[in-house]
């Protein structure tokens, strides 16, 4: 089956400007998680999605982010207006049940630095 | 110090040889995950043990759980040169509130040929 999918793998861009950040999950998961690795630091949850509900949205750092799951499927994660600190590495990950014993399927992830 | 934090940062071992790394915590858990991620890849999820279990083992992966230390033990056996990677836990709370992962900050770990 194919994996969980993010793009794109990199964005560079100014700060003010707004980026959007993909995230295709495995098919039929009905979980589907953002985090976020700023340099240096640990890897941070953001925001759980249960089909298209957020479920937990309690990481999201700021109103800048915006995250959507319209129809249950993909989900993206806005930037908007970026800011200096919000480069880093963010990632998807999707699950069939949130409470599964096999853990989390992650994608690559999309490295954002903003310049 | 951080929920989920690895010791060592930085471990650097011979092929062959075994590797251990440790892994503490603080909240009450429900489970504890550990991931590897080779450079610019995603996380793999490695092996979850769960708060009733003690010891658990995956092909050269023999992970430990003891919840009265809040803390755990990731060790590879036979390593190889493509273990070189960097390995994380991740404790999933059970005491609600986040529904998210708490992740440590990883241990970088080389294995040289």
């Known amino acids: 089956e194919a994996g969980v999918t993010q793009f794109p793998s990199h964005s560079v861009i100014e700060k003010g400007q707004t980026v959007t950040l993909r995230c295709d999950p495995i098919s039929g998961h009905d979980n589907l998680y953002w985090y976020r690795r700023v340099m240096g630091k640990e890897i941070k949850f953001l925001l759980h999605?249960?089909?298209?509900?957020?479920?937990?949205e309690s990481g999201m750092p700021n109103n800048r982010f915006l995250a959507e799951r319209t129809g249950g499927t993909y989900s993206t994660l806005k930037v908007q207006p970026a800011e200096l600190e919000d480069s880093g590495v963010y990632f998807c990950a999707s699950s069939l049940s949130h409470t599964n014993r096999y853990g989390y399927t992650f994608g690559s992830g999309t490295r954002l630095t903003v310049v | 110090s951080q929920q989920g934090e690895e010791d060592p940062q930085a471990l650097s071992i011979q092929e062959g040889e075994n590797a251990t790394m440790n892994c503490s915590y603080k909240t009450s858990i429900n489970n504890l995950q550990w991931y590897r991620q080779n450079s610019g890849r995603g996380l793999v999820h490695l092996i979850l043990?769960?708060?009733?279990?003690r010891e658990k083992h995956s092909g050269r992966l023999r992970v430990t759980l003891d919840t009265s230390k809040k803390s755990s033990s990731l060790l590879i056996t036979a390593s190889r040169a493509a273990d070189t990677a960097s390995y994380f836990c991740a404790t999933a709370y059970s005491g609600g509130g986040a529904d998210g992962l708490t992740f440590g900050k990883g241990t970088h770990l080389i294995i040289q040929p």
């Open positions: 999605f249960v089909k298209e509900s957020k479920q937990d």
């Open positions: 043990i769960r708060s009733n279990e």
